[in-house]
């Protein structure tokens, strides 16, 4: 499978606990993004990579969450002490610079009870 | 801040029908305008735009940039049920892609 991959595709999780979603995007990729969407609204930026080096982060993303891509290939994404409030879609993307457009995965649909 | 607005939010036509969707923008460092399809999961690229006056085409889809007026559009003509989604509208600036809320699309057969 060449596309981008994320998982798991569906988290459920309690109000309070910790969660970890992954991506592994295209392999010649060199920047991954991590959007978050919420219902009716269009995706949302919440940090990238390039290569292994966080460029930037969105003020949408509190303290509470977290991302790391430790050798430039596979990114993770933590977000700690869930509130109700996180239940979203957090999507993937990567891209080769940025400039031949970007990959979106599937998405980890993430449920907060 | 960059901001991309889309327009109309909701759209139902019957099959056959040609459709317009808008997108406008206000962004610094503009690079390319960018349209994608979401159904029900990932959304799936379009289109890229980054020069004025040139439509680009696909199948019964075309869009076009007007980079004067800071806005693009996207053309479904002959529509079918399968175009049925919510078409999403982003610039590429500042080394990250803005959406906009997207156009939801709904095709009666």
């Known amino acids: 499978d060449t596309g981008v991959s994320q998982d798991p595709r569906h988290k459920i999780t309690k109000r309070g606990q910790n969660v970890t979603f992954r991506c592994d995007p295209i392999?010649?990729?060199?920047?991954l993004y991590w959007y978050r969407q919420t219902l009716g609204q269009g995706p949302e930026f919440l940090t990238y990579?390039?290569?292994?080096?966080?460029?930037?982060k969105s003020r949408l993303l509190s303290d509470r969450f977290s991302a790391e891509r430790p050798k430039g290939s596979f990114s993770t994404l933590e977000i700690q002490r869930t509130e109700q409030g996180d239940s979203a879609m957090y999507l993937c993307?990567?891209?080769?610079?940025?400039?031949?457009?970007?990959?979106f995965g599937s998405g980890t649909r993430l449920t907060v009870v | 801040e960059d901001k991309v607005v889309q327009s109309p939010l909701s759209l139902v036509v019957h099959e056959g029908d040609t459709v317009t969707l808008n997108c406008s923008y206000e962004?610094?460092?503009?690079?390319?305008l960018l349209w994608y399809k979401q159904e029900k999961k990932a959304p799936t690229f379009l289109f890229m735009l980054?020069?004025?006056?040139i439509e680009k085409k696909s199948g019964r889809l075309s869009s076009i940039l007007d980079k004067k007026e800071l806005f693009s559009i996207l053309n479904i003509t002959a529509t079918q049920t399968g175009d049925s989604a919510i078409y999403l509208c982003?610039?590429?600036?500042?080394?990250?892609?803005?959406f906009g809320t997207g156009t939801r699309l709904t095709i009666i057969p």
């Open positions: 993307a990567s891209s080769l610079d940025g400039r031949y457009g970007y990959t």
């Open positions: 392999s010649e990729h060199n920047r």
């Open positions: 990579f390039q290569n292994e080096a966080q460029l930037e």
């Open positions: 962004v610094t460092n503009f690079r390319s």
């Open positions: 980054t020069s004025s006056g």
């Open positions: 982003a610039e590429f600036g500042n080394e990250k892609l803005t």
